[in-house]
């Protein structure tokens, strides 16, 4: 079955760069019309998209952060990383790490999250 | 980008009722428009996708309807385990992006 797993640290400071993995099972990033993605939700607050990268190496951000965004692949570990630069106490909020399926057209499946607070 | 605006923001409502929520994006999405339910601590989950298909495993009470620009959550029968927050989110273009959210309460 599929799964999906984040990790990464759950205190940063302002201005530092936040890395999250995200490692995933039961399917492969190689595979047309999948991809995999964040999302993040602030405390007490609605779900943000934030980046996606697909089977074919295809890369999509959210506009308000692209400039801070990267993600990549390592398809031999099943991982996805997202870093995230110039953190802000405004981006403290829990990270998803998300299954895309194009023929759905959905994310249908999600991970635990992690909460990562920003403060000095 | 397409804004996606859900109404009621919370609804009060008793075990065996029926329930609408309503989502209206800023555009017309076709029926690019999924469902998922948020219990508190949990991650969400998908219920419906492509406006009215039913997610694998997700219960017959849940329904979705609805194209364009304005669509339709329904729960037949409110069940103690539905009591959660449902967000709207289109796939149409690109960023996706989701509505603030309904809590059902008891």
């Known amino acids: 079955q599929i799964t999906l797993k984040e990790s990464g640290p759950t205190l940063v400071k302002p201005t530092q760069t936040l890395t999250l993995t995200c490692t995933f099972s039961?399917?492969?990033?190689?595979?047309?019309?999948?991809?995999v993605g964040w999302i993040r939700q602030p405390p007490g607050e609605a779900l943000q998209w934030l980046s996606v990268?697909?089977?074919?190496?295809?890369?999509r951000y959210s506009p308000s952060l692209k400039s801070r965004l990267t993600i990549a692949k390592d398809t031999s570990k099943n991982q996805v990383i997202q870093t995230m630069t110039n953190l802000d106490p405004a981006d403290t909020a829990t990270y998803y790490c998300?299954?895309?399926?194009?023929?759905?057209?959905?994310?249908?499946?999600w991970g635990q999250g992690a909460l990562v607070t920003v403060s000095s | 980008d397409i804004q996606m605006t859900q109404s009621p923001s919370s609804l009060s409502a008793s075990v065996g009722d029926r329930v609408t929520i309503t989502c209206r994006p800023s555009?017309?999405?076709?029926?690019?428009l999924d469902w998922y339910q948020q219990k508190p601590g949990k991650a969400p989950k998908l219920l419906i996708y492509?406006?009215?298909s039913l997610q694998s495993g997700v219960p017959s009470r849940f329904s979705g309807s609805g194209s364009g620009t304005d669509f339709t959550l329904t729960i037949s029968s409110l069940q103690p385990e539905d009591f959660a927050t449902y967000y709207c989110?289109?796939?149409?273009?690109?960023?996706?992006?989701f509505g603030q959210g309904t809590r059902v309460e008891i």
């Open positions: 492509a406006a009215s």
């Open positions: 555009q017309s999405i076709s029926t690019y």
């Open positions: 990268i697909y089977w074919d190496d295809d890369r």
């Open positions: 039961g399917f492969s990033l190689t595979t047309y019309k999948v991809g």
């Open positions: 989110q289109q796939s149409y273009d690109t960023p996706p992006t």
């Open positions: 998300v299954h895309w399926d194009g023929n759905l057209h959905a994310f249908d499946y």
